[in-house]
């Protein structure tokens, strides 16, 4: 049932409960634990050269449907525990951004579930979980389709590489459209959820070369994003989810449109800024600009610049860190938590050994605790 005192909405560009309360979500991104990232998890595959999809079709060449599933959920249970959300929630965190990609529930781009009965599908499996703990630990979600069918960039976060295929393809929108509203759906009264986050980083075509690698810097790039946006906000409000939606201007919040003028509401603008100092500031004071002009809450969705968090807390503009944890290639300050894992070689290792490496090694009481970014979280946070 909703608590309606919880559930949060947009009013006059800030985000407030039931109660009337200003509420600044200020947390962390659960990242590599739904989609796989080849440069911050166990597996095989270098950066930028290989992408989840990659990983699930070499698995399923060489294992049955169940074997592939088992391996599958043998690493999500094991990235991501409860005592993680716990964690979260001991260091003053209230959000989760929870990145997801449609083949966490889908076999295709078509948009066939992998269990129509929705119950035991293991994607809404998954998230039902991730909902409970925020829930159980007083934190909100923000649902993050980090992986659109046919791919919604040319890079590798997406799910896909080098494909791009969601702006030109109908059965790709139709299938992203299908599981926006099988979402809404069933959390259309969950308070605990905060957000719909609708795809991530858009465009996020540099350094990509093909027919699909749209400039990012240009009008007719945000265009495009900007009507998947529209037709995607447009099915789950036809739903009767009031939920806040929030969409991403990739790289600049000004990218997104007056969302009067488009008919959407209850929104929540979102840039992701890898900048320094001197950038982070100019972009945060940006977002502030569009809050107040447009009167949509404000947040920046990841990040790892320690510096950010006091220039959003100044600004009252939401935040989540990129992310919580990583393996393989210790980068400053983008984990919190990080360890040399063995990765999986999916191509040669046996089924056992890649299970074996995908099982309690990859929690994170055997990673070391990377403290400069754990204590300004818990310093930032009070």
Same mark, same amino acid.
């Given at each position: ?91 003053? #965190? ?77 059965? #790709? ?26 795809? !991530?980083?858009?465009?996020? !075509? ?10 990012? =810097? ?45 008919? =959407? ?70 984990? =919190? ?46």
């Amino acid at each position: 049932m909703v608590n309606k005192n919880r559930l949060l909405k947009v009013v006059n560009g800030k985000l407030v409960n039931g109660l009337g309360e200003e509420v600044i979500l200020r947390g962390v991104n659960l990242g590599g634990w739904l989609v796989q990232e080849s440069w911050m998890c166990p597996v095989s595959g270098d950066d930028r050269k290989w992408a989840n999809l990659d990983t699930l079709t070499v698995l399923e060449k060489r294992f049955n449907t169940d074997e592939v599933q088992e391996l599958i959920d043998t690493y999500q249970d094991h990235w991501i525990t409860e005592a993680d959300i716990k964690n979260i929630a001991e260091m003053g #965190c209230n959000a989760l951004r929870v990145p997801f990609w449609y083949r966490n529930f889908m076999k295709d781009v078509n948009g066939t579930w992998i269990d129509e009965n929705l119950d035991e599908n293991p994607g809404f499996k998954r998230l039902d979980w991730i909902i409970q703990m925020a829930e159980t630990y007083d934190m909100y979600v923000i649902l993050d389709l980090h992986g659109c069918p046919g791919g919604q960039s040319m890079d590798h976060c997406c799910g896909t590489l080098v494909q791009n295929l969601l702006y030109t393809e109908d059965i #790709c929108q139709e299938a992203m459209k299908k599981l926006w509203i099988a979402i809404a759906n069933r959390y259309r009264d969950n308070s605990t959820v905060a957000a719909y986050d609708i795809m !991530n980083e858009p465009q996020n !075509n540099g350094g990509y070369e093909g027919a699909n690698s749209y400039d990012p =810097w240009k009008q007719e790039s945000w265009e495009m994003s900007n009507q998947i946006y529209d037709s995607m906000i447009k099915a789950i409000r036809e739903t009767g989810d009031e939920h806040i939606i929030t969409v991403e201007g990739i790289w600049r919040v000004s990218n997104l449109p007056d969302p009067n003028k488009m008919g =959407w509401t209850n929104m929540m603008y979102q840039t992701h800024l890898y900048d320094d100092d001197a950038g982070f500031k100019q972009w945060v004071d940006d977002m502030a600009d569009v809050m107040a002009k447009y009167e949509v809450a404000g947040y920046i969705g990841e990040f790892q610049n320690l510096n950010g968090i006091k220039m959003c807390n100044e600004k009252n503009i939401s935040w989540t860190t990129w992310s919580y944890k990583g393996t393989n290639n210790d980068v400053g300050t983008f984990f =919190w938590y990080f360890a040399n894992a063995d990765r999986a070689d999916v191509e040669n290792d046996s089924f056992e050994t890649i299970k074996a490496k995908w099982s309690e090694g990859i929690e994170t009481e055997n990673f070391i605790e990377k403290t400069v970014v754990t204590d300004c979280i818990k310093s930032s946070t009070k």
